[in-house]
């Protein structure tokens, strides 16, 4: 039994990790009155890292075409404003209650490290042992220039991580939040949407980059993957 989990992780950002936690520690500490300004502020931040983080960089890095840059930014921008008019329609909806409910969730998808006298923050989702040693596998191969062998691979990987993301990073906060049916149903079409453009994304780049940007995308990955707090996987 290991003492760690291998978490899918992005560097929070100093503002996102602030205001966060103050609200975490507010929401702890007894408020008495819903917060929906910081909420807002809190998850439209978070989306942009996550868009910036998933989507943006990698991009990037791998310094695609930009016929299919455009691609991934339509995307990146299908997925925000799905996401706006989700955060929008709910937040100033949440009772007290709902925003403790979404304050103790948001700290089991964090955690720190300490690092030459420096406290690190992530944004993160626990992933099973199996997938994340496939992906380690499938990264190394490409690393090592055999992305054509490893595609195959690297494209299950990154479907399963979609839907293991839209599950943390949606379907069950919202599960917990327990929304009415009207707001359920705004929540559902965010989420498909989600989905929807993520896979879309990953069938059109992954298999068009060729070997240095296959390199550097599963050299992205294997770094996204950092060894963190024990705890149980989807």
Not at 66 to 81: C, F, G, P
Not at 82 to 102: E, F, G, M, Y
Request: with cysteine; aromatic share 8%; net charge neutral.
């Amino acid at each position: 039994m290991t003492d760690h989990t291998t978490w899918v992780a992005f560097r929070s950002s100093e503002m996102l990790h602030r205001t966060t936690d103050g609200f975490i520690q507010r929401m702890r500490n007894g408020a008495s009155r819903p917060e929906p300004e910081t909420l807002d502020a809190i998850m439209s931040t978070f989306m942009k890292e996550v868009l910036h983080n998933f989507f943006i960089v990698p991009t990037e890095q791998a310094n695609l075409p930009s016929s299919t840059q455009r691609i991934v930014q339509l995307a990146a921008d299908t997925i925000s404003k799905a996401s706006h008019l989700v955060i929008k329609s709910t937040v100033k909806k949440l009772d007290i209650d709902q925003n403790k409910r979404a304050a103790n969730y948001m700290d089991t998808v964090r955690f720190s490290i300490n690092k030459d006298d420096e406290t690190i923050w992530f944004v993160a989702f626990p992933l099973n042992d199996m997938m994340a040693a496939k992906g380690r596998k499938a990264f190394e191969q490409g690393i090592n220039g055999e992305g054509k062998q490893a595609m195959p691979a690297l494209l299950e990987y990154f479907h399963q991580l979609t839907d293991i993301g839209v599950y943390w990073y949606f379907e069950e906060p919202i599960k917990l939040l327990r929304f009415g049916p009207i707001m359920r149903k705004v929540a559902d079409v965010g989420i498909a949407t989600t989905r929807k453009a993520t896979h879309s994304v990953i069938d059109k780049v992954i298999p068009a980059m060729n070997e240095e940007q296959l390199v550097i995308a599963c050299q992205y990955a294997r770094m996204q993957l950092v060894d963190g707090p024990k705890r149980d996987a989807v």
